[in-house]
């Protein structure tokens, strides 16, 4: 058995497009989600947010679902474009008393309210702007981080500046793979170096209006050489620099990583990097959120992920339904290795989970006994991390409901609980169960 510290967080993470619906009630307008999912051929069967899980309907029932499981925490994503219909200029009070809802509704019951600012849905008024890559977005960013932490500043206990900017940086403006799917690299380095002043002037500000614990989390996705080859050791430090060291080094160290820099240069994908911008991108944060789900084996291939130039394989491990390699253990070493290289106050694992399609049988259970086996193994990884000295604080799987999983829509499914898509009934699955006992406990039986 195995015994997590006191006052330990067990939660489940969520994001505000991926499960609100309700996108254009009480003032919201397009995010560059919405634009993104309604365009044809963009996501599996055509999908989009419209309804997703009607949370924005539905958020009493579902942090009482969460009360009666025991969590501690919920690390939920504010809609920007709920809070900033036109990205800029005033708030909109309906978006901000949806918020102020749900987040006493947490502490009526108990739970901890973590709220991520950014979890991709930019107001699509600020992409027509120029979105990331124009440097005004990073103001834009900055006064809806005001507004959120002007309002709920004394309640919400952990607030995340950016969730996952690798996605939005290469993903949205580099690959074209994610919204607003522009294929750009020159456009995707400026994304991310706006991504990170932004950052540090967000956690500056939710400073000055008393926000007590500010962090920021990236996605961490180890990436080993797929052989001895020396080109493949080089191909998987690119990988590893350009998924999440490029977000670490200049937040923990105030530069960017070598071997990408140079890549960037020779490509002429340098952003313009302004006087001043390094050091209040390193702006003293209170955490290091982790998301981890898996591992890749690497060589490499000038013609993949642009000026990174590396391809990845498969290593032979088992496999979720969107065929991420599954590795508990990848999860003790990352947290292991991030701690001793940036040496955070704190760290949270701010998202593990996985996608298993368990339908409920005939009798309305829904068993998923791959889902606690992927929760009970990485559990126990990270309690192999606090015995190595990882200052681990809390655990947010995702997620709660099986929601809009992004270009997959509806095809994929992480919740703990199950959503008939067409009643909008929620159902415990075996997994929330399981949950429930480690959280109730704080320990691993
Ligand atoms: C992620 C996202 C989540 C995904 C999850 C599964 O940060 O990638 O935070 O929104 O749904 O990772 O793909």
Redesign the pocket.
Known sequence: MRTFPDGFLWGT?T?AY?IEGAVAEGGRKPSVWDTFAHTPGRIENGYTGDVACDHYHRYDEDVELMSSLGLGAYRFSAGWSRVMPDGVGPANPAGLDFYDRLVDALLERGIVPALTLN??DMPQALQDRGGWPDRATVDAFVEYARALAGRLGDRVRLWTTH??PW?IAYNGYGEGSMAPGVRDWKAASRAAHHLLLAHGRAVTALRALGAPEIGY?P?VIPHRPATDRPEDALAARRANELIYGWFLDPVFHGRYPRLLWDRFAEHGCLPDVEDGDMDEIRAPIDFLGV?Y?MVFDTVDDPDENGPAGFRELLPPLPRTD?DWPVHPDGLRETLVEINREYRPKAMYVT?N?A?YDDPPRANGVVDDPRRVEFLRSHFAAAHGAIEAGVPLRGYFV??LLD?F??IWGYN?T?GIVHVDRDTQRRTVKSSARFYERVARTNTLP
């Open positions: 993470a994001a991926q979890h991709w969730n996952e996605v989390s996605c998301n789900y969107c998202e989970g996608s995702w997620t929601n999983e992004w994929r992480f």
